[in-house]
Every structure is written in C-alpha cells, then in structure tokens.
C-alpha cells in the first residue's frame, strides 16, 4: 500500500503539469456539468468557468449585468448572447487560464459558440476545444433538479436523494446551511428544459459536426462519468 502512495502522488501531479486545453461541458439542465467540472478541477488544476455561476454572482452582488440576469434566471430564459459574452471574455483573460479551462453551461447558443469558435481561432497557439456531451433522460433531470442543494459558501453540490451531506441540510466541507437555487422549481425547470432545446441543442450538433467530440451517458456514478469524461478528452487530445 505505502510504496504506491508515491505512484498516485506523481501522477496527480503529471496530470498538473500536461495542458488539457478548453473543455466545453454541454448538455441539459442537471446533467450534472458543475459535478463533472470541479472532479476535473481536481484532476488538472486548470479552472472552472460557469456561466451561470458568474451569473448567480453578479445577482447577489446587484451588479447591472445581475439586475439584468436575475429575472430572466427566474424564469428559465437565457441571458442576451452580448452579454454572456463579454463576461466570458472578461473570465478568459485571467492567466490561470493559460493551461486550459472548462466551460460549464458556454456556449448555450450558435451566436455564442461562433464567438468563441472566432476568438479561439484568433489565439496564437491556442488548443483546439473538446466537447462532451453528458445525456440523462428527463425524468431523472428533474429529481436530480428538486434534489440538489448547494453549499454557499464552497459551492460544493449535493442532492436529498443520490449525494446527501453527512448532516442533513449542512455542507460536509464547511458546516454552511445548504440553499436551493431559486430556478429548481419543476415550473422553471420546465421552461429551462425548452429553452435548452431550441436554443442549446444545436451547439451540441454544431461541435458534434466538427469533430472531437464525445457523448457520455450521465445517467451513472459521479466517478464512472469522471472517468469517461478523462479518458476521452485524452484520447481526443492525442489523435
Ligand atoms: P446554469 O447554472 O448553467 O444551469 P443549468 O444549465 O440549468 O445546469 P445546472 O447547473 O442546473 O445543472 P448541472 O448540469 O450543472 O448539474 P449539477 O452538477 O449541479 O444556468 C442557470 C441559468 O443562467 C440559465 O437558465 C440561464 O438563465 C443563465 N445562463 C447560464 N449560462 C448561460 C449562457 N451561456 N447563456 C445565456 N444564459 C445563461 O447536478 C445536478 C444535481 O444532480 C445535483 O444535485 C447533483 O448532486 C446531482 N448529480 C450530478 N451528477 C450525478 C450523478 N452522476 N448521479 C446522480 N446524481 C448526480
Ligand atoms: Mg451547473
């Protein structure tokens, strides 16, 4: 057991140091991009880039961008391309993004993956985008949907019924009261669920189209997702 532990150290750390690139998670609400992130986060160190957590932020913090955001959040629509947009960029010019960063929840519509096909196009050197596409059927979306709390303070996610805390109600890392978002409603999630379809489903088909890509069945554990979601982006990055 001991003469392995410095095998795993040097292989966490190996993963660290390897440029993974950008890593687009796409897929419907509750598919379970935020869960798949931070595991990846935890493998490569490179950071997570949600949209709509950037959102929620501005929100809290009355920004105009959140006065904005907030009711179309509300209501399950989505935030004018511009935008997220410049958000976003805002977001890719710090430099913990040099080696690669996972956008969870970008782009949402063709508008948005063309101006980031665009901007990536004009990066001198930059590494080419994987996509992964995480499918889970509608039933199951809106358990885990009502399900999921969140700790406010970390950001860690949990669900009542498939990722309990060890303390009902209270974050495992940080001993903080788990909240419900204010969009996981079955009414909302309803409305997000169509908003996903017309605007967000031919993004998956937009990257589908252009190669490296991959569809992973979501609908299993968190840590069989991570191991696919892995091992795919490397034997995308390697052909
Ligand atoms: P956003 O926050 O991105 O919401 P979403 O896309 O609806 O996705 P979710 O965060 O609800 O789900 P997830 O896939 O991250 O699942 P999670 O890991 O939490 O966007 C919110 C709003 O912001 C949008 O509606 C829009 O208004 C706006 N917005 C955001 N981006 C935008 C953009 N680019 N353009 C315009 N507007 C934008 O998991 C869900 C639950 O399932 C959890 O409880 C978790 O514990 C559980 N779970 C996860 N994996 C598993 C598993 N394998 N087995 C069992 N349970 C699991
Ligand atoms: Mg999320």
């Not at 935008?83 to 805002?90: I, K, W």
């Not at 948005?112 to 596409?133: C, F, H, K, M, Y």
């Amino acid at each position: 057991m001991s003469s392995s532990l410095p095998e795993i150290a040097s292989g966490r750390e190996a993963e660290q140091a390897i440029a993974p690139g950008p890593i687009l998670l796409l897929g419907a609400p509750g598919v379970g991009k935020g869960t798949q992130a931070k595991e990846l986060v935890k493998m490569w160190g490179i950071p997570q880039i949600s949209t709509g957590d950037l959102l929620r932020f501005h929100k809290d913090h009355g920004t105009e961008l959140g006065r904005i955001a907030k009711g179309l959040m509300e209501r399950g629509e989505l935030v004018p391309d511009d935008l997220v947009n410049d958000m976003v960029a805002d977001r890719l010019a710090r430099p913990d993004t040099l080696r690669g960063y996972i956008l969870d929840g970008f782009p949402r519509t063709l508008n948005q993956a063309n101006w980031l096909d665009e901007r990536l196009a004009n990066e001198t050197g930059s590494i080419p985008v994987v996509a992964v596409s995480i499918q889970v059927d509608y039933n199951q979306l809106l358990r885990r949907i009502t399900g999921r709390r969140n700790c406010p303070v970390c950001g860690t996610i949990y669900n009542i019924y498939a990722k309990p805390p060890g303390v009902e109600g209270t974050c495992d890392v940080e001993g903080a009261a788990l909240v419900q978002r204010a969009d996981d409603t079955e009414a909302v999630f309803a409305q997000r669920m169509k908003s996903y379809a017309a605007l967000t489903a031919p993004v998956v088909d937009h990257y589908h189209t252009q190669g490296r890509f991959v569809e992973v069945d979501g609908d299993r554990p968190i840590e069989a997702v991570s191991d696919e979601i892995v091992a795919a982006v490397k034997r995308l990055r390697a052909s």
